[in-house]
Antibody, heavy 121, light 108 residues
Framework: QVQLVESGGGVVQPARSLRLSCAAS????????MHWVRQAPGKGLEWVAG????????YYGDTVRGRFTISRDNSKNTLYLQMDSLRAEDTAVYYC??????????????WGQGTLVTVSS | EIVLTQSPGTLSLSPGERATLSCRAS???????LAWFQQKPGQAPRLLIY???SRATGIPDRFSGSGSGTDFTLTISRLGPEDFAVYYC?????????FGQGTKVEIK
């Protein structure tokens, strides 16, 4: 069965960096676009970034563009989110999501359990 | 960026009642790439509807979606006790792939 397991969350100081990972299993990872979606405590869902099946195309939300980098290693079935220049407002649960074969036009069926990132001094 | 506005913010209903949730987009959603999710506390969102009106695998037929262009609706025909949750719409046709702010369906 499809499994997405996020890791790398924790407490980090403002302006520092953190890298999240998402280990995927139960499907052919290279065939699917992947996304990161976050949810601040008590708030709604916010799409963060998406990446094509081969890593050649990447899109970012306005609030993270220029600070976050999405990437993937298809040989390791792993999705990453490099987060730099972190701010208090980046505090959230970060979900790894599998969509379909393309970034745009594919809906989200599978979500990980999420990893909490807390930005605080 | 396509902004999605959901209404109402909170819906107070009794089990067995009908729930009607609205999602309005600031621009036309391409190819009706509009999805609905249900989220319960401490859980990841669960896909209910995709393509505006197609039910995801395993979703009961009391959930239905409709709409096109800029106006979309999620209807729950008869609320079961497990349906009290927060519901989000999302457009996935154009990046950034935005979500609405959510509608909470609570027990009256």
């Amino acid at each position: 069965q499809v499994q997405l397991v996020e890791s790398g969350g924790g407490v980090v100081q403002p302006a520092r960096s953190l890298r999240l990972s998402c280990a995927a299993s139960g499907f052919t990872f290279i065939s699917y676009a992947m996304h990161w979606v976050r949810q601040a405590p008590g708030k709604g869902l916010e799409w963060v970034a998406g990446i094509s099946y081969d890593g050649s195309t990447k899109y970012y939300g306005d609030t993270v563009r220029g600070r976050f980098t999405i990437s993937r290693d298809n040989s390791k079935n792993t999705l990453y989110l490099q987060m730099d220049s972190l701010r208090a407002e980046d505090t959230a649960v970060y979900y790894c999501v599998r969509s379909g074969p393309v970034i745009e036009g594919s809906f989200y069926v599978y979500w990980g359990q999420g990893t909490l990132v807390t930005v605080s001094s | 960026e396509i902004v999605l506005t959901q209404s109402p913010g909170t819906l107070s209903l009794s089990p067995g009642e009908r729930a009607t949730l609205s999602c309005r987009a600031s621009q036309s959603v391409s190819s009706n790439y509009l999805a609905w999710f249900q989220q319960k506390p401490g859980q990841a969102p669960r896909l209910l509807i995709y393509g505006s009106s197609s039910r995801a695998t395993g979703i009961p037929d009391r959930f239905s979606g409709s709409g096109s262009g800029t106006d979309f609706t999620l209807t729950i025909s008869r609320l079961g006790p497990e349906d009290f949750a927060v519901y989000y719409c999302q457009q996935y046709g154009r990046s950034p792939q935005t979500f609405g702010q959510g509608t909470k369906v609570e027990i009256k």
